[in-house]
């Protein structure tokens, strides 16, 4: 009897502890969630927030959908407030299921947004906990929001498609990826300024083309980089690319370049120069003349005016940037390492157009292609 | 209720018990106090807290030699007497009630934040507090060996922090050594937080099975955690720099989700993170509950109890129901982090201040009972 009564009070124990499980509490259909696979951040002509969020339909999407040909197989939905905030809560109201940021791997920003500081803007965004840090960040020179409709080629979802493009590293040639977290450490970092890589769509072929980079001089927009600039850019500061570098050697005779990596020191010099050392390496892939055989003075030659190449293109851009006060290398963290006292963004900011820069460049050829 | 002796530790379990709650309590946050205080190279405030730690772990080992077998709580009133001694009992108790509390709020905190954010605070509060103690219950030969039991899950943590390296910058760590000597002597005495548990060191000696091994495994355990919070900040400083890591309500996490092998890992490793400390802040939670619970249970009795207690586990229900109340009494993380501070100073002098006083009156006793014999 006082075994089945303590059997009895165990239970009934045990039963209170039902409600606690709590895992069954956040436990929610797939199908009922509304994933934002992506969003676009952009401003309506009377200035208020428009958000634009692409929501993929998951019965059309995986393996076993219903019906897998659909082209249809994701919606957008767009809505505005006077902040960002207040625009992102509307899509509660415009949607049946439960709103889910984990998978939000684009994020597009309309160029009105860039050039008025996006820090506002994405403070929201910053705050939400569950927000991929590893998103990619975009910039579009036209409607962001529109962009997210748009049809590719491939048949896959547009924000699908800029992931996995974005995620390939021999991608990296004219456009460098910028990921959430890696755009706020540079917004927060007084000595760096943060970019982004440029959004384009082809409606000819139906492609998405991210060429060139948007370059900020704090949180503002300052100059928009060509995509050859971009390449410069990748050599001169630290996202490594694998590139192709095109110049003329010898009259008529242009070399073409697979360069792999450098190594690149800066070296600041009080109070007004900054030295940048860089030592590339590359292989030749390509040589308009076919000569047969490159003895080594040749080679010489080539790594010559790969050099100038790249020296004459680094001080131009260069030039660019200090114009536009952007610090997109990060000099400023350099300045900073070796700076005496309190350092200020201020300071930075006044010193930076009127450094004096150097490049010095070495280019080695570590690989002609032929056997001579 | 039949009672229980405690068995004793063996050396492995000891040193997982100090381990597993000196790594994990304020893992999530540290880096934050050495960034505020020096900048840059804040991480240098590790190596001094853990020469300014080194004394505590020389008079506790000093301790379980002149009271073999004895707890602080029962050797302190022998030292300085009743009235005295209950109070210092208690400042300490105190101490490590508080950094329960604390432990555990962030831990119920990044679960609700991050894992279950529709489920109700208060049952995952319960759902916490109850379960640790329910492991509490059992002694201390199950809470470290639950803690022995978690060694994966810090090497876990060890190789996430080795894989964040991936997007380090050393520029982000320069300048080195630029700020007056006196800043990374107040970063390091303002980071002695990261060890308080360490002081627990006064209790768990009591129930080693080789007392000639405590301040050596106790050594151990300071250098490796040392190293472990030195690499974790030196990490964190270098991805995301010393202004841009105060960002973030828990740096760690977010220097863990920065990780990305798109096509090799989870594309969010920062979760798994999440759980494995979790379970390493449960772990943690039951060997404090235990040494909190002993301790009041031992606040009352006569010394030289320490292995034969039992009564702790009905202390253990109340203290059990008074951290649910406190938690559940915190508005947010916020308003416990804007007192941490005031917490870590307080909490400093009553853990440093009643070490040195033990050991001064102690000596000083010793002295005079000598010059006494003497006469």
Redesign the interface.
Same mark, same amino acid.
């Given at each position: 009897m006082n075994k089945g009564l303590s059997l009895i009070k165990a239970l009934l124990i045990w039963s209170l502890l039902l409600p606690v499980l709590s895992g069954c509490w956040d436990v929610v259909d797939i199908e009922k969630r509304e994933l934002l696979t992506g969003l676009a951040l952009d401003l309506t002509e009377n200035s208020r927030v428009l958000l634009t969020a692409q929501i993929p339909v998951p019965r059309l999407i995986l393996p076993s959908s219903e019906d897998p040909s659909s082209d249809q197989n994701f919606y957008t939905l767009s809505v505005q407030g006077a902040t960002t905030l207040e625009a992102f809560n509307k899509f509660k109201s415009k949607t049946s299921g439960q709103i889910d940021t984990i998978k939000t791997n684009i994020l597009i920003i309309g160029e009105k947004i860039a050039a008025r500081g996006v820090k506002p803007y994405l403070d929201t965004i910053g705050r939400m906990p569950k927000f991929p840090v590893n998103s990619h960040l975009l910039l579009s020179r036209g409607e962001p929001g529109s962009l997210l409709q748009k049809e590719v080629a491939s048949k896959t979802l547009p924000t699908f498609y800029l992931r996995d493009f974005l995620n390939l590293m021999n991608k990296r040639e004219t456009v460098h990826p910028v990921k959430l977290w890696n755009f706020f450490y540079k917004l927060d970092n007084s000595a760096i300024d943060p970019f982004l890589p440029v959004l384009y769509y082809d409606s000819g072929e139906k492609i998405f083309i991210l060429a060139g980079l948007a370059a900020f001089s704090g949180d503002k927009l300052a100059v928009f980089l060509t995509p050859e600039e971009s390449k410069i850019y990748g050599i001169l500061s630290s996202e490594q690319a694998e590139i192709t570098l095109f110049t003329q050697w010898q009259k008529a005779r242009f070399i073409c370049v697979r360069y792999i990596n450098s190594r690149v020191v800066y070296e600041w010099s009080p109070p007004q120069t900054i030295m940048i050392h860089l030592t590339a390496a590359g292989y030749l892939m390509e040589e308009t003349g076919a000569t047969l055989p490159l003895i080594p003075d040749h080679i010489s030659k080539m790594e010559k005016a790969l050099a100038r190449q790249i020296k004459e293109d680094a001080e131009k851009l260069i030039r660019r940037l200090q114009a536009a006060n952007s610090d997109l290398i990060g000099l400023g963290r350099v300045v900073r390492a070796n700076h005496e006292g309190k350092w200020t963004e201020e300071y930075w900011r006044k010193l930076y157009p009127t450094l004096q820069i150097e490049v010095k460049v070495d280019f080695n050829l570590t690989r002609t292609g032929r056997l001579n | 209720m039949k009672i229980k002796k405690h068995k004793a530790l063996s050396p492995s379990l000891f040193f997982f018990l100090l381990l597993v709650p000196t790594s994990t309590f304020s893992f999530m946050y540290y880096p934050l106090t050495g960034a505020k205080v020096i900048g840059s190279d804040g991480y240098l405030a590790i190596p001094v807290a853990f020469l300014f730690t080194i004394p505590l772990l020389l008079i506790a080992t000093y301790f379980s030699y002149r009271y073999p077998g004895l707890t602080i709580i029962e050797y302190t009133p022998l030292v300085l007497g009743k009235f005295l001694g209950m109070v210092c009992n208690l400042l300490y108790l105190a101490v490590y009630f508080m950094l329960t509390v604390i432990l555990l709020r962030d831990a119920i905190g990044l679960a609700y +934040? %991050? $894992? $279950? =954010?529709?489920?109700?605070f208060f %049952?995952?509060n319960? $759902?916490m507090v /109850?379960a640790a103690l329910y492991l509490s219950y059992y002694g201390i030969s199950s809470t470290a060996r639950l803690a022995s039991f978690l060694l994966p899950a810090i090497v876990f943590l060890g190789l996430m922090i080795f894989l964040s390296y991936q =997007?380090w910058?050393v520029?982000?760590v $320069?300048?080195l050594c630029?700020q007056p000597l006196y800043t990374y002597i107040r970063g390091g005495a303002l980071s002695l937080y990261v060890f308080y548990p360490l002081g627990l060191l006064f209790q768990a000696a009591a129930f080693t099975k080789r007392r000639k091994k405590i301040f050596s495994l106790s050594l151990l355990v300071l250098a490796l955690v040392s190293g472990f919070y030195f690499l974790n900040f030196l990490g964190i400083t270098g991805? %995301?720099?010393a &202004? /841009?890591l105060t960002?973030y309500l828990w740096p760690n996490l &977010?220097f863990v989700?920065?990780i +990305?092998f798109? %096509?090799a890992l989870f *594309? *969010?490793v /920062?979760l798994i993170l999440l759980v494995a400390w979790g379970v390493l802040a449960y772990s943690s939670t039951t060997i404090l509950f235990f040494f909190l619970a002993h301790g009041l249970s031992q606040l009352t009795l006569k010394p030289g109890n320490a292995q034969s207690v039992a009564s702790y586990q009905r202390i253990l229900v109340v203290l059990g129901l008074i951290t649910v109340a406190t938690i559940q009494s915190i508005p947010n993380l916020d308003f416990l982090r804007a007192r941490l501070n005031l917490f870590q100073i307080i909490s400093g002098l009553i853990l440093f201040g009643l070490s040195f006083l033990l050991l001064l009156t102690s000596l000083t006793r010793r002295y005079f009972a000598r010059g006494k014999n003497n006469e």
């Open positions: - | +934040s %991050f $894992l $279950l =954010n529709r489920t109700p %049952f995952i319960i $759902l /109850g =997007n910058q520029i982000n $320069l300048p630029k991805v %995301f720099t &202004e /841009g960002r &977010e989700r920065t +990305s798109p %096509f *594309d *969010d /920062g």
